[in-house]
């Protein structure tokens, strides 16, 4: 029989130059339905139809799976059969039809100011880790970049005596400003810290583990945990949640959107509305507490 959950791995990757993440979520949905079927003792994967879908769709509800997770789901399918359809495997999209849960959006989680400035102090600029900590962490909420972009960035893509990084994700490129704050604390890291740290002298990694290699994703959310923890902050913060923050308290000091959908890489400026949300909540929040009449 042949691969075709392999095949449209492949299609992903090589022909819509999708991330590895987005690969392997794809895939990993697929394959789940795959293997529902198959415990249902119905059609195997290409000869599914959309009532078989509906019935996955519900019997992940039933397992307590979130609305967010079956919407996901079904634009995994929706892609996979539609790769099926245009290799003439099969004539229709069985998952075109078929109506995810809807998904509610939820506000993303952001630190307070003092918050910001507790978490950015707890890196100890004592020794090589505390001042390449501290470096991450400012770069991070100076500039609102994702994870992945933070440590992606090479040694060329900063200019200190220009105050910016040059950020290039998803084909575009973009040139994001740092605060003081940030320059110097990237300066003293880049300067006197990351030298010493790398064996490789053709290492081209900004940011670099212990072992003079470039940073890995898990490898930075253990450090933000960390500090989380000695800040003792108990809102639970990703990465991410500084991302948030930049774009909600540069909204709250009165950038305008598309300013901030520039620096954050937002293709539709839709995904940078939801800040304006949560800037009108807590206006709204604050009326109802201070108005004497509310």
Not at 108 to 115: C, D, F, M, R, V
Not at 244 to 257: Q, T, V, Y
Request: net charge positive; aromatic share 8%.
């Amino acid at each position: 029989m042949t691969d075709y959950i392999r095949e449209f791995a492949g299609y992903l990757e090589l022909e819509r130059n999708a991330s590895q993440n987005t690969v392997a979520s794809y895939v990993r949905d697929v394959t789940q339905f795959s293997q529902y079927l198959l415990e249902q003792g119905d059609a195997e994967l290409p000869q599914a139809e959309t009532e078989q879908i509906e019935r996955y769709m519900a019997y992940m509800s039933a397992k307590g799976k979130s609305s967010a997770s079956a919407a996901r789901s079904i634009a995994s399918l929706k892609s996979y059969y539609g790769y099926l359809q245009n290799r003439g495997v099969i004539r229709q999209n069985p998952a075109r039809e078929a109506m995810p849960v809807r998904a509610e959006r939820k506000l993303p989680q952001i630190l307070t100011g003092k918050e910001v400035e507790l978490l950015l102090e707890q890196p100890q600029c004592v020794d090589a880790k505390g001042y390449r900590d501290h470096a991450m962490l400012e770069v991070l909420y100076a500039t609102g970049i994702r994870v992945s972009e933070l440590i992606g960035l090479n040694l060329e893509d900063v200019s200190l005596p220009g105050a910016f990084i040059r950020c290039t994700s998803r084909g575009r490129e973009r040139i994001i400003p740092l605060y003081a704050g940030a320059v110097k604390a990237l300066s003293e890291y880049m300067r006197s810290v990351r030298p010493q740290m790398v064996l490789d002298m053709e290492e081209r990694a900004l940011f670099v583990n212990m072992s003079g290699e470039r940073m890995s994703r898990q490898g930075f959310w253990k450090i933000v945990k960390h500090y989380q923890e000695k800040a003792q902050i108990q809102k639970d913060i990703t990465p991410h949640t500084l991302r948030h923050s930049f774009a909600a308290h540069l909204l709250e000091n009165g950038a305008d959107l598309r300013s901030i959908q520039e620096m954050l890489g937002h293709a539709d400026i839709s995904s940078t509305q939801i800040y304006s949300h949560m800037v009108k909540q807590k206006l709204q929040d604050v009326y109802r507490k201070a108005h004497p009449r509310a």
